[in-house]
């Protein structure tokens, strides 16, 4: 059975740091696609970085772009969101989800299996 967890998540400053984690089970990473999203409240759901496992080609949306870093760990099934210079408009759930790697984007509809996701407050 494919599960996502994520976390990581909690309150931080802006300007502050946090790193999400992305525990994969039920499967190995071995050649899928691994995206980053998040929901604000009252937001739609916004595609922040996904990472293909097997080749590690990357990428990431515009309004996260130097700040955030995907990177995985084939041999741990996990995935990582690596977030710096945090912002208020950061604030959202974020969650990790399971695509098949060919022509894969940040359309949510494009992703298979979520977790259940971790929140993230960036807060003074």
């Known amino acids: 059975q494919v599960q996502l967890v994520e976390s990581g998540g909690g309150l931080v400053q802006p300007g502050g740091s946090l790193r999400l984690s992305c525990a994969a089970s039920?499967?190995?990473?071995?050649?899928?696609?691994i995206g980053w999203f998040r929901q604000a409240p009252g937001k739609e759901r916004e595609g922040v970085s996904y990472?293909?496992?097997?080749?590690?080609?990357?990428y990431y949306a515009d309004s996260v772009k130097g700040r955030f870093t995907i990177s995985k760990d084939n041999a741990k099934n996990m995935v990582y969101l690596e977030m710096n210079s945090l912002k208020p408009e950061d604030t959202a759930v974020y969650y990790c989800?399971?695509?098949?790697?060919?022509?894969?984007?940040?359309?949510?509809?494009?992703?298979?299996?979520w977790g259940q996701g971790t929140r993230v407050t960036v807060s003074a």
């Open positions: 990472i293909v496992t097997g080749g590690g080609r990357t």
């Open positions: 039920g499967f190995s990473l071995g050649y899928f696609a």
């Open positions: 989800a399971l695509a098949a790697p060919h022509g894969v984007g940040l359309n949510p509809d494009e992703y298979s299996y």
